[in-house]
């Protein structure tokens, strides 16, 4: 884990500066979605994980001043992969690393100000693209959720199973018109998962310098 951490920091070094910058010191809270299975998530200037045939999602809030948000950038890195999977598959779509993002129409957006993670991802007004790192899937390619109702959230493949450390700088809103139709509401959630529960295998990943503009 240790060198996950230097790695994420000299790539974090190497990006341009921007507006929107989101800690990842303060805010975060797990949520599991098995009585039984937990990552384990280390929080600080980065977001480190460790999943042992486990899966679980560490969520914030973002702050209304950035529900206007329509874009993203950020470094991952995967020391210890899962092997490549089918994320069209419902149970059987591990991967490595995701990245969350959780819209809702700005007319609805202040009376969710306090909900949870379940309470949004069971609201039918909330849209969610995922971003993922692993499957075996072209980079860009949107894949309807297997869970949840249908049409209200998608995967975006960015790159696939497998070790490295990269980072990425993706448009919101040409992702979410192409996902979805139309344009996006006020972003009010993100979200982290490490999923290697399908497969039994281990991830060691982290993720760092998320920036939103």
Same mark, same amino acid.
């Given at each position: 884990?240790?060198?996950?951490?230097?790695?994420?920091?000299?790539?974090?070094?190497?990006?341009?500066?921007?507006?929107?910058?989101?800690?990842?010191?303060?805010?975060?809270?797990?949520?599991?979605?098995?009585?039984?299975?937990?990552?384990?998530?280390?929080?600080?200037?980065?977001?480190?994980?460790?999943?042992?045939?486990?899966?679980?999602?560490?969520?914030?809030?973002?702050?209304?001043?950035?529900?206007?948000? *329509?874009? $993203?950038?950020?470094?991952?890195?995967? +020391?210890?992969?899962?092997? @490549?999977?089918?994320? &069209?598959?419902?149970? %059987?779509?591990?991967?490595?690393?995701?990245?969350?993002?959780?819209?809702?129409?700005?007319?609805?957006?202040?009376?969710?100000?306090?909900?949870?993670?379940?309470?949004?991802?069971?609201?039918?007004?909330?849209?969610?693209?995922?971003?993922?790192?692993?499957?075996?899937?072209?980079?860009?390619?949107?894949?309807?959720?297997?869970?949840?109702?249908?049409?209200?959230?998608?995967?975006?493949?960015? *790159?696939? $199973?497998?070790?490295?450390?990269?980072? +990425?700088?993706?448009?919101? @809103?040409?992702?979410? &018109?192409?996902?979805? %139709?139309?344009?996006?509401?006020?972003?009010?959630?993100?979200?982290?998962?490490?999923?290697?529960?399908?497969?039994?295998?281990?991830?060691?990943?982290?993720?760092?310098?998320?920036?939103?503009?």
């Amino acid at each position: 884990m240790r060198q996950i951490l230097a790695t994420l920091t000299a790539i974090s070094l190497a990006l341009p500066a921007a507006a929107g910058p989101i800690s990842f010191a303060n805010g975060w809270q797990e949520q599991r979605l098995s009585l039984f299975s937990s990552n384990d998530y280390s929080f600080g200037n980065t977001l480190s994980m460790a999943s042992d045939g486990s899966v679980s999602i560490a969520w914030t809030r973002v702050s209304q001043s950035d529900w206007g948000s *329509r874009g $993203a950038s950020w470094a991952w890195t995967v +020391e210890q992969s899962v092997p @490549a999977t089918n994320l &069209a598959q419902k149970g %059987g779509d591990d991967r490595n690393i995701s990245l969350y993002f959780v819209f809702v129409p700005e007319s609805v957006a202040p009376s969710l100000q306090g909900a949870n993670i379940r309470s949004l991802l069971g609201n039918d007004d909330v849209r969610i693209i995922q971003y993922a790192w692993g499957g075996n899937h072209g980079r860009g390619q949107v894949i309807p959720s297997p869970y949840g109702p249908s049409g209200q959230g998608v995967t975006i493949a960015l *790159r696939q $199973a497998g070790t490295g450390s990269h980072s +990425e700088s993706v448009d919101l @809103a040409a992702d979410y &018109a192409r996902a979805f %139709g139309g344009q996006p509401g006020a972003l009010v959630g993100l979200a982290v998962s490490g999923d290697s529960d399908d497969t039994d295998s281990m991830i060691r990943a982290a993720i760092g310098n998320l920036v939103l503009r």
